[in-house]
């Protein structure tokens, strides 16, 4: 029988804390795909990890898996709780289902791209607008849980980033060893942070995000880390200003953060990898959007472009070294969001006869 992929935490279990029960729908395994037309913008090879392939849509499912998986083996708690910009809810919502869990999200009222919203609504959870941001989100729903017998399971929650650093793992698996340089969005740091840990766990050392020293005890299966380039949006770039940003503002709501939770990863990433964390304009965002669907054939959300943007940006800087092997993780699936991708896009609604001569003259072949 052909193998199934077993979901990130059967699939490398030996890297990641033990659970009594595993709580999957079988994400991770997500495409590592070439982008010719990448390379012949940078002079690089680049490969787009596509994590709208997870189940859910996006990469939260990876750490939502063991974050969710730590809930039920603990037991205690019947309810799980998170602030979110749209993809944590609906990971959340879905993960809770399948442990039995309620799940309450708390989320930016009016923020949220309405795939997204549809998830968590169809999930089951219990959604709860506030007049607020996300910053203000979280901060709730720290202390709702502080008080609450209701388990946090944003990237606060360590369990999310374990599952989260697997994205690394399949990243070395797939090229044989990692590449020079790994280019991913910024929004509460949380991804950057967890694929740092991958990358230095594959290659036998850890991080400060690690929670426990066996990577240091299993052979190591990558002999060297990339540099990590991180990418924020111009609106809501508290890395670049060097503070947080009191009213983030950027079309790309999943990386509308103006506070990031994982501050001090993040910069330890950043800083020990010898990469950098820049910003991209809206514009930039929604032309590399275009440019993944067109040429690459791959319809992200617009967070997702922005380490695409990123790249691009660097390139014309003259930033890429020539030869360089890239990934990107571009986060979520496009599908989440049409309406901004749509834009001003009008279907002409005038419908032809039903002839193909007709049909014919409308394609003006
Ligand atoms: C959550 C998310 C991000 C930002 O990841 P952080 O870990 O918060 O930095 C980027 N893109 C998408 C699609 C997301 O869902």
Avoid at 53 to 65: E, H, I, L, Q, Y
Avoid at 100 to 112: E, T
Avoid at 114 to 125: F, I, N, P, S, Y
Avoid at 225 to 254: L, R
Wanted: aromatic share 6%; with cysteine; hydrophobic share 45%.
């Amino acid at each position: 029988m052909a193998h199934q992929w077993r979901g990130v935490i059967n699939e490398y279990a030996e890297r990641l804390p033990h659970f009594k029960e595993v709580v999957t729908l079988g994400e991770g395994g997500t495409p590592l795909v070439h982008a010719p037309a990448l390379d012949a913008r940078t002079g690089a090879t680049v490969y787009v990890k596509v994590e709208g392939a997870n189940p859910t849509g996006s990469f939260k499912d990876r750490g939502m898996t063991s974050a969710i998986s730590d809930v039920a083996s603990t037991g205690g708690v019947e309810y799980v709780a998170c602030a979110s910009t749209g993809n944590t809810s609906a990971s959340a919502a879905a993960y809770a289902v399948r442990a039995g869990l309620g799940c309450a999200v708390i989320l930016p009222a009016g923020k949220i791209a309405a795939g997204k919203l549809a998830q968590a609504v169809v999930h089951g959870a219990t959604l709860v607008a506030v007049d607020g941001n996300f910053d203000d989100c979280l901060r709730i729903v720290r202390e709702l849980t502080a008080e609450y017998p209701v388990a946090l399971v944003n990237s606060v929650n360590p369990y999310r980033l374990q599952g989260q650093k697997t994205a690394a793992f399949e990243i070395v698996d797939a090229l044989g060893d990692a590449p020079d340089i790994h280019v991913l969005p910024v929004g509460n740091a949380g991804n950057i942070s967890a694929y740092w840990m991958g990358y230095n766990e594959y290659a036998g050392r850890t991080t400060s995000a690690s929670i426990d020293d066996s990577a240091t005890k299993i052979a190591a299966v990558a002999t060297k880390v990339p540099q990590m380039w991180g990418i924020q949006a111009d609106g809501a770039a508290p890395f670049v200003k060097g503070e947080p940003v009191e009213f983030p503002e950027t079309v790309a709501t999943a990386i509308r953060i103006g506070n990031p939770a994982s501050w001090d990863f993040a910069v330890e990433a950043r800083d020990n990898s010898g990469g950098f964390i820049d910003a991209v304009s809206d514009a930039e965002i929604l032309e590399a959007q275009a440019l993944l669907s067109a040429q690459v054939g791959v319809f992200v959300e617009p967070a997702s472009a922005a380490s695409v943007a990123g790249l691009l940006k660097a390139a014309a800087a003259g930033k890429v070294p020539s030869g360089a092997t890239i990934t990107c993780t571009v986060t979520g699936n496009g599908l989440k969001d049409t309406a901004t991708a749509l834009g001003s896009y009008e279907f002409d609604p005038n419908p032809i006869a039903p002839t193909v001569e007709a049909t014919v003259k409308a394609l003006g072949l």
